[in-house]
């Protein structure tokens, strides 16, 4: 049965939109006029966009258009169409993190990677839904709706970065920021058939982002193609003195690295991403991209990753530790809701909170409070945190001997909306081959490696090390030309 | 480690956390504290008594954070958000500072 692809549509590549507007075949101003029309078409079908920054977006087409007229060399976003997740900060817009308690906020300043994406001639269309906090697998948990899978709009885009995922897949950009704390670019990215990317912890400034957990959170792009993804990537990373997590190391070009062929490259297949709970036509066709890096002269081996199973557990328990931490600044005080009617301001506290938060927010937070309080640290938090060491460290042995590690993104393909909202645990475990490159810090690229014979999009999670973002593209690029 | 969260515990969970739940979803809490707390019992598998918890990963492939090649900035004032534009988006103030309800009764 073949799902009929309703709102799937290929966006431009980033090359011809540059040389479209280059030669003057069109202006920037007409491409985002463009975008509008299609995402009022497309976007109360998909509920995609939360806001649209309509303005701005057209006053940054028109500093491009005005360029273009010039002759002089554009930058290399010019014109480009993008939507932002909407944890990330864009000045005068809302900023609402998919939850309630942030309703009608309005952020006094922009995100670094806002203000490094206009610098480069990006035009940002609007905000993009996402799970309450970038708290889910599903983008179900948004206060403001689910977002709809493009491809079969009765399933869900994966999450937290669903509207991210689904507006590069449904073509509503050209480009999208997501955020991914324990898969949240990589999982959607492989929901909806485009290209996801966790940079390594450190690569891209987290300056303008509402946080969930701080010690794992990157923010990383998605495109309909691994070169363009890694132009995206090429604009927003490097040292930020706002953030004192940024790394100084020097940011390669990630484009002209992913040109360069896989061949050579060692590639490593961990047997612990292969066993029980793996859809068998996901197995079959990562197999299939297996082959194809084989045939491009890769050289492929097994590696071995033993403690694969304790990632999920430890990853819960870390990530909600530090989220209760996070959230607290949310409190009805300096923004964002205030629950009316309250004598006292520890009433005030808890009522705004109270009704502020969703279900799974509040679910997170008691979890990681009950992780960190009194009699249960050593046993719950601390244990995680050794844990967490031995599979960082159980990565670095693997990487030892090889270059990439290659595994499924997900054990499954798209899931129907509402089939797992009952059960958090089985929510949780949707994220069983992303939680362990969030814990150890490396960076991951997600990259669409062919479908099941239903229609649904299967993706590749090629991982790397630290900091070694261009080796994952390569290997992401030939797998993109096999399965293309 | 497997110890069974009670509605009591999550009462107490919730004060700490500056939550208040209804008692539908105190309910709900404890069946899925306790289905997530039985499922993390499982690192308990491990023996960790050598293992020095990580906090965070910079430390680890020269992300570079926290490996001494980033500095200290200098200690010098320099602009920060304009009050105004912040105040704007508080729930009540008097525009120099940020108004709650009553702390202390007398």
């Known amino acids: 049965m073949k799902i009929a692809e309703t709102f799937v549509e290929k966006p431009k590549t980033l090359a011809e939109l540059c040389a479209d507007l280059t030669a003057g075949r069109i202006k920037a101003v007409d491409l985002a006029n463009g975008y509008y029309q299609r995402i009022e078409k497309v976007n109360p079908h998909l509920n995609v966009y939360l806001s649209l920054t309509r303005e701005r977006a057209m006053a940054q087409a028109e500093r491009v258009d005005a360029l273009a007229r010039k002759g002089d060399p554009l930058p290399p976003l010019a014109g480009v169409p993008m939507g932002i997740k909407d944890v990330l900060m864009m000045q005068g ?79 509503l950009a050209a480009g999208t920021l997501g955020t991914d704390t324990g898969g949240s670019v990589r999982q959607p990215a492989s929901f909806c058939g485009v290209v996801g990317v966790m940079p390594t912890y450190g690569r891209v400034s987290r300056y303008g982002l509402i946080a969930f957990a701080s010690s794992l959170d990157r923010i990383g792009p998605f495109a309909a193609n691994v070169r363009d993804a890694a132009t995206l990537l090429n604009v927003i990373a490097g040292h930020d003195a706002h953030d004192a997590t940024s790394s100084p190391a020097p940011v390669e070009d990630y484009a002209v690295e992913s040109d360069q062929p896989a061949a050579g490259l060692r590639v490593g297949v961990p047997a612990e991403y292969f066993g029980e709970g793996l859809d068998p036509e996901v197995g079959a066709t990562i197999e299939k991209g297996i082959e194809a890096l084989k045939a491009a002269g890769c050289v492929v081996k097994p590696v071995s990753l033993p403690h694969t199973k304790y990632a999920v557990p430890t990853y819960y328990l870390i990530a909600t530790a530090e989220a209760s931490a996070n959230l607290a600044r949310f409190d009805g005080v300096r923004y964002g809701y205030r629950s009316p009617h309250s004598a006292t301001l520890a009433a005030m506290y808890s009522h705004s909170r109270n009704e502020g938060f969703g279900a799974e927010v509040k679910r997170r937070i008691l979890l990681g409070t009950y992780a960190l309080s009194a009699g249960y640290y050593d046993a719950y938090y601390l244990k995680a945190q050794q844990v967490r060491r031995l599979l960082a460290e159980e990565f670095l042995r693997a990487f030892a001997e090889v270059d990439a590690i290659v595994t499924p993104t997900s054990p499954v393909p798209a899931f129907k909306l509402g089939e797992k909202t009952g059960d958090p645990l089985a929510m949780y475990l949707a994220d069983i081959y992303t939680v362990t490159a969030s814990l150890a810090g490396i960076c991951g690229v997600t990259v669409p490696c062919g479908a099941t014979s239903g229609g649904l999009p299967v993706g590749m999670q090629v991982l790397a090390r630290h900091l070694c973002e261009s080796t994952a593209f390569r290997i992401a690029r030939t797998v993109e030309e096999a399965s293309s | 480690m497997t110890a069974k969260v009670t509605v009591e515990d999550v009462h107490r969970v919730a004060e700490l956390a500056h939550l208040e ?63 105004a534009a912040v105040m704007r988006e508080a729930p009540e103030t008097d525009q120099a500072f940020f108004k709650v309800p009553k702390v202390i009764e007398r």
């Open chain 1, 93 to 171: 817009a809302p900023a609402t993190a998919g939850s309630k308690i942030l309703e009608g906020y309005r952020p006094p300043y922009d995100a670094t990677v806002v203000t490094r994406l206009e610098s480069a001639g990006a035009v940002l269309l609007g905000k993009l839904n996402c799970d309450e906090f970038a708290m889910g697998s599903s983008n179900e948990n948004s206060a403001y709706g689910p977002v709809r899978n493009p491809v079969d709009p009765e399933r869900v885009p994966g999450g937290s970065s669903g509207g991210s995922a689904a507006a590069v897949a449904a073509n």
């Open chain 2, 21 to 83: 739940l209804t008692p539908e979803e105190s309910g709900r809490m404890v069946k899925d504290l306790n289905a997530i707390l039985d499922y993390v019992a499982e690192l308990n598998e491990l023996d960790t008594s050598s293992v020095a918890p990580m906090a965070q990963v910079s430390e680890l492939g020269g992300s570079g954070a926290s490996t001494g090649t980033s500095k200290p900035r200098p200690d010098r004032v320099e602009p920060s958000l304009d009050r």
